[in-house]
């Protein structure tokens, strides 16, 4: 087993806190993309109408579009890194929600 020295930072290769974050999201992003798309699958494999399955992106998108118009203020209140945490844990939230 190979432990790190004392003092030595937790995340090799980041410099900053944001860096990881950043990373973080992207990646939850990519597992959320195939997550959805495996979910529209399983829809339609259930007998759901493309009605639904379109139903579930409408509703999806004026939601996300409000974020994004406001994301100037919240980062600029909160700060990056603490929107970017906040940014996964809603990622994780939703990911059960889908299922």
């Given at each position: 087993?190979?432990?790190?020295?004392p003092?030595a930072p937790?995340l090799?290769?980041?410099?900053h806190?944001?860096?990881?974050?950043?990373?973080?999201?992207?990646?939850?992003?990519?597992?959320?993309?195939?997550l959805?798309?495996?979910?529209?699958i399983f829809l339609s494999?259930?007998?759901?109408s493309n009605?639904?399955?379109?139903?579930?992106?409408?509703?999806g998108?004026?939601?996300e579009?409000m974020?994004?118009?406001?994301a100037?203020?919240?980062v600029?209140?909160?700060?990056?890194?603490n929107s970017?945490?906040?940014g996964?844990?809603?990622?994780f939230?939703?990911?059960?929600g889908?299922?």
């Amino acid at each position: 087993m190979v432990c790190r020295e004392p003092g030595a930072p937790l995340l090799q290769g980041f410099h900053h806190p944001s860096e990881a974050c950043s990373r973080m999201c992207m990646e939850c992003s990519a597992i959320m993309g195939y997550l959805e798309a495996y979910f529209y699958i399983f829809l339609s494999g259930i007998g759901s109408s493309n009605t639904l399955i379109g139903l579930t992106v409408t509703i999806g998108v004026p939601f996300e579009i409000m974020i994004q118009i406001s994301a100037t203020a919240i980062v600029g209140k909160i700060g990056h890194v603490n929107s970017l945490a906040c940014g996964v844990f809603l990622l994780f939230i939703r990911a059960l929600g889908k299922f």
